[in-house]
């Protein structure tokens, strides 16, 4: 018999219909229950094939359980190495590299010196900071938030310089981050459960908790959910979590991902909903049952993202045996230089005549349209894209040709109306 283990602390809604929804299905060979913890030996086999994790991050001693756990064989959702690693300041700087539309947003030091540290602790960073920079960069209003918070704790909206510095003086020794404020048209709450399940629900932040899920549905304009959805994914195949919750803001068409590091996200009855509530205990249910079935005992039945496989596969990648004794190796994935080297050979694809030429001499910042990021940014300017003048030039012929030369995703450059953005920017 396979176990599935609920780990969880005040919830009452969520994890006792859990338990009851996996058990009904009647799967042959699998149960659920809630964790029941009587020691914790170290290396010993667990007793649960799979462990959904609701808690460990207020309860230290329940993180390493798990992590205890996965040496035992029980696969973790999520997984406890990456979440200890993970802080939402981190993923921004991630999305800025698979290019997910983010807020402009800066990381600032304690207030207040950590304990046992001294003046001499801090000699790297230079004083003061260069506020009027951070300022100018992030604009009016601004959201002050820990860099690896959660449950809106410490979160503080602010109109200008006089109440950030009365507001940063409060923080202590929290290490906090300064966001652009999305003044959004349309907001969402997302679901995501193992690999593909995405479930987007109308969310308005501004309403008292309880009325912050919608049940009236807005019209969305055409292709805008479909966004939405892909956003959802790139995110969570990238930080490699199985259950998480992504907020994004739509301001003029473009999501903003705002919060997406919530790896035991709400999912109270009466918060929700009937119909989002039922939609997360099914598809938990289903998801804790297919690790049941996949895992495999005395084996490490982790998942990861692939930003931590790709960053860990050139580190000690051995050849595998195929049966027979032969060597298999995998394909050899394209450096970053061959990459850019390849973009530039199709050049010869686009319409200078109409867009016009530049150099890198005239490079504008072109990482200030959204969605690009820096990577695109050196794809472009290896197809021979540096401006903002030769952006705006874009017809819809020249976004899916620079699309498909920058290996972008597809229709990804009229849908964030880069062209329009940059005609704004050269004012």
Request: with cysteine; aromatic share 12%.
């Amino acid at each position: 018999m396979k176990k599935i283990g609920i780990l969880h602390g005040r919830e009452n809604s969520f994890p006792p219909a859990l338990v009851e929804r996996v058990n009904a299905k009647g799967v042959k060979g699998i149960m659920a229950e809630s964790v029941s913890i009587d020691k914790v030996v170290q290396g010993a086999l667990n007793e649960y094939a799979v462990i959904i994790d609701r808690i460990s991050q207020d309860v230290p001693f329940y993180r390493a359980y798990l992590k205890n756990a996965v040496i035992g064989g029980t696969a973790v959702i999520n997984n406890p190495f990456w979440w200890s690693s993970d802080e939402k300041f981190f993923n921004n700087a991630l999305c800025t590299r698979i290019d997910v539309p983010v807020p402009k947003t800066v990381l600032l030091p304690s207030h207040h010196r950590p304990d046992d540290t001294s003046a001499d602790s801090f000699r790297n960073l230079k004083l003061p900071l260069d506020w009027e920079g951070i300022f100018e960069y992030i604009g009016w209003p601004a959201f002050m938030k820990p860099h690896a918070g959660g449950g809106w704790k410490h979160v503080y909206k602010l109109e200008n310089e006089q109440e950030f510095f009365d507001a940063y003086h409060k923080t202590g020794q929290l290490v906090m981050m300064l966001q652009e404020a999305i003044d959004f048209n349309y907001y969402f709450r997302c679901y995501y459960l193992g690999g593909d399940r995405v479930h987007i629900m109308p969310y308005e932040p501004r309403n008292p908790f309880h009325e912050r899920y919608l049940r009236d549905i807005p019209e969305y304009p055409e292709g805008l959910l479909d966004y939405v959805h892909e956003l959802v994914l790139k995110i969570n195949h990238a930080l490699g979590y199985e259950f998480n919750t992504v907020e994004l803001a739509v301001r003029d068409g473009i999501p903003y991902a705002i919060d997406f590091c919530n790896p035991a996200p709400d999912a109270d009855l009466f918060s929700v909903g009937e119909a989002n509530f039922e939609w997360i205990v099914e598809n938990a249910a289903n998801l804790a049952i297919e690790r049941a079935q996949a895992q495999e005992p005395g084996e490490i039945n982790l998942k990861w993202g692939s930003f931590v496989q790709e960053s860990a596969g050139g580190i000690a990648e051995a050849p595998k045996k195929k049966k027979g004794g032969k060597k298999k190796t995998g394909k050899k994935k394209k450096t970053k230089a061959e990459t850019l080297a390849a973009i530039k050979e199709r050049a010869e694809e686009i319409n200078f005549d109409r867009i016009g030429k530049a150099n890198a001499s005239e490079a504008d910042d072109l990482k200030l349209i959204s969605g690009v990021g820096p990577f695109i940014e050196e794809k472009l300017n290896s197809l021979g894209i540096y401006t903002f003048k030769q952006v705006a030039k874009f017809t819809e012929e020249d976004e899916t040709k620079v699309n498909e030369a920058i290996e972008f995703f597809p229709g990804r450059i009229k849908r964030d109306k880069w062209a329009k953005q940059a005609k704004k920017l050269m004012k």
